[in-house]
């Protein structure tokens, strides 16, 4: 099944404690992205990939690291959360941008006290 | 500063009814996209848009663009309670891509 899987789907953390989200697709896409969604703000955009090795800043960015080592996986990397990044994190992917249709994981629910 | 403007933010309609959700932005783009997201759910695709003028139909939805004007339309035509769920647009004029706030909407039997 074609699909975009996240993990942990709902974490709690401190404030301060590193923490990795995984995003993994097999669909063998280019485009991979990291949005966060908050109430009124529909989502921005934390940072995007549009190939191995090529990684871009979205629109919120501050605060968030990422990498793309291989096609299918795209991890987002919190070094040092702060209660202000408590926020429903979405991964996506597509076939290339600008013409397909992202097709976005299930979510990371994340709450930093 | 590209801003994507979604009206109505909320919406509640009766069944049978139809509306328009309209979706502005603010800068050149050549192409949109509209997201549904049930509650609780992920987004999933309804429509890429690719040109000026381009329409796009399923069920009860159809889109459209108007590059010129900036300017998106969603189209419900004799809402059912089904299609109650947050619309999303958004745009990608360099390769990022900005969403709007969102519309909720609710239909009502």
């Known amino acids: 099944e074609a699909q975009v899987t996240q993990n942990p789907r709902y974490l709690i953390t401190v404030t301060g404690k590193k923490l990795t989200v995984t995003c993994s697709q097999n669909m063998n896409h280019e485009y991979m992205s990291w949005y966060r969604q908050d109430p009124g703000l529909g989502l921005r955009q934390i940072y995007y990939?549009?190939?191995?090795?090529?990684?871009d800043k979205g629109d919120v960015p501050e605060g968030y690291k990422v990498s793309r080592k291989e096609k299918r996986n795209f991890p987002l990397i919190l070094e040092s959360p702060s209660p202000n990044q408590t926020s429903l994190y979405f991964c996506a992917s597509s076939r290339t941008l600008r013409v397909w249709e992202q097709f976005f994981g299930p979510g990371t629910r994340l709450t930093v006290l | 500063e590209l801003k994507v403007e979604q009206n109505p933010l909320f919406l509640s309609m009766q069944e049978g009814k139809n509306y328009t959700i309209y979706c502005n932005y603010s800068t050149t783009s050549d192409r949109l996209y509209w997201y549904r997201q049930d509650p609780g759910k992920s987004l999933e695709s309804l429509f890429v848009?690719?040109?000026?003028?381009a329409v796009k139909q399923e069920g009860r939805l159809m889109a459209s663009l108007d590059t010129k004007a900036r300017l998106s339309t969603l189209h419900i035509t004799a809402a059912v309670h089904d299609l109650s769920a947050t619309y999303f647009c958004a745009v990608d004029p360099n390769n990022d891509m900005r969403f709007g706030a969102g519309t909720r909407l609710t239909v009502k039997p």
């Open positions: 990939s549009m190939n191995v090795e090529v990684t």
């Open positions: 848009l690719l040109s000026n003028g």
